[in-house]
């Protein structure tokens, strides 16, 4: 069995380069297929999977490497009642919201959790 592995994306992607590190690294991690691959974003971080990605720290990671993990077979998902959905416009990217208790359920199920 593949280890689980949860990246969890919580900076602001407008004035840091965390997430779109974050999101170059599952990307790698997950075209090895040695490991599942799971990203949640949250807070400002949502703002990655938005259809204008221009005025984000390294815009190129998102544009290169989130459609990558996309398709790794587990959905992208996001926090529930962000007000920061409502700021994607068109996303390229489907994701899911989840709660607080799924994503707990999540990182329990988790062999790794990496938080940025």
């Not at 069995?1 to 974050?22: T, Y």
């Not at 599952?26 to 599942?36: F, I, L, P, S």
């Not at 259809?51 to 959905?75: A, C």
């Given at each position: 069995?593949?280890?689980?592995?949860?990246?969890?994306?919580?900076?602001?992607?407008?004035?840091?380069?965390?997430?779109?590190?974050?999101?170059?690294v599952?990307?790698?991690?997950?075209?090895?297929?040695?490991?599942?691959i799971?990203?949640?974003?949250?807070?400002?971080?949502?703002?990655?999977?938005?259809?204008?990605?221009?005025?984000?720290?390294?815009?190129?990671?998102?544009?290169?490497?989130?459609?990558?993990?996309?398709?790794?077979?587990?959905?992208?998902?996001?926090?529930?009642?962000?007000?920061?959905?409502?700021?994607?416009?068109?996303?390229?990217?489907?994701?899911?919201?989840?709660?607080?208790?799924?994503?707990?359920?999540?990182?329990?199920?988790?062999?790794?959790?990496?938080?940025?």
């Open positions: 069995m593949k280890p689980k592995v949860l990246f969890i994306v919580e900076s602001d992607p407008r004035n840091s380069g965390r997430p779109a590190e974050a999101i170059r599952a990307a790698g991690v997950g075209t090895w297929k040695k490991a599942e799971h990203l949640h974003l949250r807070g400002a971080a949502i703002l990655g999977l938005g259809e204008w990605v221009d005025d984000l720290v390294d815009e190129d990671n998102f544009t290169r490497y989130l459609p990558i993990v996309g398709e790794s077979g587990e959905p992208v998902t996001v926090e529930t009642g962000s007000p920061f959905v409502a700021d994607l416009g068109t996303s390229a990217i489907p994701h899911t919201p989840i709660t607080a208790d799924q994503l707990a359920a999540l990182a329990a199920q988790s062999s790794s959790v990496l938080r940025f």
